[in-house]
Structure formats: C-alpha cells, structure tokens
T-cell receptor
Framework: GAVVSQHPSWVICKSGTSVKIECRSL??????MFWYRQFPKQSLMLMAT?????????EQGVEKDKFLINHASLTLSTLTVTSAHPEDSSFYIC?????????????FGPGTRLTVL | SQKIEQNSEALNIQEGKTATLTCNYT??????LQWYRQDPGRGPVFLLL?????KEKRKERLKVTFDTTLKQSLFHITASQPADSATYLC????????????FGKGTMLLVSP
C-alpha cells in the first residue's frame, strides 16, 4: 500500500515553455502533498505544501507564480513549471501523506527529471 | 538555524558486515525521525520511523536508535548485502498537524561483495 506515482518520469523542453508534472496517490487519499526539488548530490529541498482544496504554501525563495501547484482532489496534485529556463532543470519529487496507513509518513513518487534546453 | 548532518563521505563496507550511519541535528526538537533509502534517479523510499519517546526500532535487518539528549540517530544495517548500496537520508519532523520533513543530505553506502 501507500504507492505514489508521478508522470512523466522525465521531460525535455525548450526554454520558455511550460511543463506540467502529475503526482497521484494510488491506494490512499492524500490530504497533504509535498513538492520537492533535488539538485545533484544535494538534499531534497521542499518547495511547497498543498492541502486538498486549498492554496499551496510555498517555502521561502520559491516563486509561486513560476511553480503553480494545484491539489484539486485527494489523489492528484500537479506542479506546473511556467516559462521554464535552464536553471529550472532539476529532479522534481512529490510526496503524499494521509490515510490510516500513512498518517505520519510521507510516501514519495519516483521523481521527474526536467531538462530545459 | 536548524541543521541536520549526515556523513558526507561515502561509507564503504564489505558484504556481511554491519553498516552504521549517523544523523546529528541541532536547533531542533523533532517529534519523530525517519530514515529513507534513495537510489540514483529515484524518489526516496520510506524505511523506518522512530518517535521521540522510543529508543530503538527494528525492522528485519534494520535498526534505528534515537537519542534526544545527544540529538543523534544511528541507522544500522546488519548482514549487509551489495543490494543495500544506496544513499540513506534521515529526515526530521516536528510532528504537528501539517508539519513538514527536513532532510539531511544523505550518506552513500557502498557494500562490496
């Protein structure tokens, strides 16, 4: 149980385009979802926390107009990187928490590798 | 500021030995601490959670200790196998409602046959 999927697993796009990443909790309802970014050999850095049906809470230094997060249902959250630039190239990982079996634990998706040319 | 420190250098051990990884923290009072495994190009996989009132937790070949006085957690893998080679992350959570995890940078473990 407690499986989280992400789509796509990797994406290459041109500078200036927008990219949407989906995160789904497959077998539990995620009341809270988190989006992280990880650069090579670095720790996971939390970008934002989203609770179903409300606006996401962004960490300091993360532009909310650039990284649009939508958590419209208890099993789906999306992250849209708008007007992507090469410096946005990174590994984006979502996690989900919620339900009896996942009350305290965050279960992570497999990640999405974004490369902006 | 809050700080989590894990051994930055890779830990190399021989198959069959016990691997011990360290997680130290400062300026933090976590309600619980979690350990994750991360393989290259993959998301972290949850391994164990230990609460502030627990001294030790075990799961198969894994053992975690949590010393809130020393502000330290030790993560042990007994009878290590080459398949255990990965980066291991510790993460702290204050534990309230919608609190978030703060991750260390992780320690890479390499188990040689």
């Amino acid at each position: 149980g407690a499986v989280v999927s992400q789509h796509p697993s990797w994406v290459i796009c041109k500078s200036g385009t927008s990219v949407k990443i989906e995160c789904r909790s497959l077998d539990f309802q995620a009341t809270t979802m988190f989006w992280y970014r990880q650069f090579p050999k670095q720790s996971l850095m939390l970008m934002a926390t989203s609770n179903e049906g409300s606006k996401a809470t962004y960490e300091q230094g993360v532009e909310k107009d650039k990284f649009l997060i939508n958590h419209a249902s208890l099993t789906l959250s999306t992250l849209t990187v708008t007007s992507a630039h090469p410096e946005d190239s990174s590994f984006y990982i979502c996690s989900a928490r919620g339900g009896e079996g996942a009350r305290d634990t965050q279960y992570f998706g497999p990640g999405t590798r974004l490369t902006v040319l | 500021s809050q700080k989590i420190e894990q051994n930055s250098e890779a830990l190399n051990i021989q198959e069959g030995k016990t691997a011990t990884l360290t997680c130290n923290y400062t300026n933090y009072s976590p309600a619980y601490l979690q350990w994750y495994r991360q393989d290259p190009g993959r998301g972290p996989v949850f391994l164990l959670l230990i609460r502030e009132n627990e001294k030790e937790k075990r799961k198969e070949r894994l053992k975690v200790t949590f010393d809130t006085t020393l502000k330290q957690s030790l993560f042990h893998i007994t009878a290590s196998q080459p398949a255990d080679s990965a980066t291991y992350l510790c993460a702290l959570d204050a534990g309230s409602g919608y609190s978030t995890l703060t991750f260390g940078k992780g320690t890479m473990l390499l188990v040689s046959p």
